[in-house]
């Protein structure tokens, strides 16, 4: 019990649950707040570092079919964020299941419903992306002085994100690297740990990055730990993100498969995240 009582501290209020998945129910106002008063009372390199994921349906679906990844997410990680508007989406469903008694069919309805609300942005606020926070986060290190550490991406988008980055915030500070399997992982950790970066955000996709925190997190001597999964993408200029229209309806993963249709295989989590939570709820 004593162990559930320090992480529920130190998570900053993993509040909800979602298949079992603890998540975070606060905005991304709040989420910023709980990052800076860390920083400010935990120094980086002071204490266990602070290790953030941003959960959307696919890393439930994911945790779901993998145990140790569950276990990651409900044990491992001090704060879960809400990166997807289908989990939002969810809440909302589930909440009006009570005053629904009838079938599978009346639940749909309940479903479109709320969908149709998503899309009219009604909870746009409620969502903390990965890739927005990320962005808001070297704002802060500016403001603050503190040190920014870019790993992974491929074909250098760490470096075109962290030059990105310091373009934006005149005298950021920043330092980078690709990571496996171009670089050994203990070279890596040697070179994050000689910059003692406040915020360290990888780039290896979603369950590897989590994994590889995991496996690392008692080496680094890092203040905030992030999985930030295609990211650097859109900061390098690799990959065009979708424009707020598109964001606030929720929508952003249906453009990334308009214009990535190669992704369409990953997206198939998400219709089998809608079915279980119309069937089962969270």
């Known amino acids: 019990m004593k162990r559930l009582r320090t992480r529920k501290i130190d998570s900053g209020g993993n509040d909800q649950q979602m298949f079992g998945i603890p998540l975070f129910g606060g905005d991304k106002a709040q989420v910023l707040n709980r990052i800076s008063n860390r920083l400010k009372s935990i120094p980086s390199g002071q204490g266990k570092p602070f290790w953030i994921a941003t959960v959307n349906p696919e890393f439930v679906m994911k945790a779901v079919e993998d145990d140790n990844f569950k276990e990651i997410l409900q044990k491992k990680t001090s704060l879960n964020v809400v990166d997807g508007i289908g989990l939002v989406w969810a809440k909302r469903v589930t909440a009006k299941f009570k005053d629904c008694r009838s079938s ?3 639940r749909m309805c309940l479903g ?7 899309l009219r942005g009604k909870y746009k606020n409620r969502v903390a992306a990965g890739s927005s926070l990320m962005g808001d986060f070297c704002r802060l290190a500016k403001k603050q002085n503190y040190r920014v550490f870019f790993l ?8 075109r994100t962290a030059n990105f980055f310091e373009k934006k915030y005149k005298g950021l500070q920043t330092a980078w690297s690709s990571g496996e399997p171009e670089v050994e992982n203990a070279r890596v950790l040697a070179k994050i740990n000689k910059f003692k970066p406040d915020f360290l955000f990888v780039a290896y996709g979603m369950k590897k990055q989590e994994e590889w925190i995991e496996r690392n997190l008692s080496k680094l001597e890092v203040g905030v730990v992030m999985g930030v999964g295609r990211s650097f993408d859109y900061y390098s200029g690799e990959v065009k993100r979708a424009s707020k229209i598109w964001c606030d309806m929720g929508l952003e993963w249906l453009y990334s498969l308009i ?3 190669k992704r369409w295989r990953r997206q198939l989590a998400l219709p089998r995240f809608v079915g279980r939570v119309i069937k089962e709820g969270i």
């Open 259 to 261: 214009k990535e249709p």
């Open 112 to 118: 479109v419903k709320v969908g149709m609300e998503v």
């Open 152 to 159: 992974g991406g491929w074909e250098g988008r760490a470096g």
């Open 104 to 106: 599978f069919l009346g």
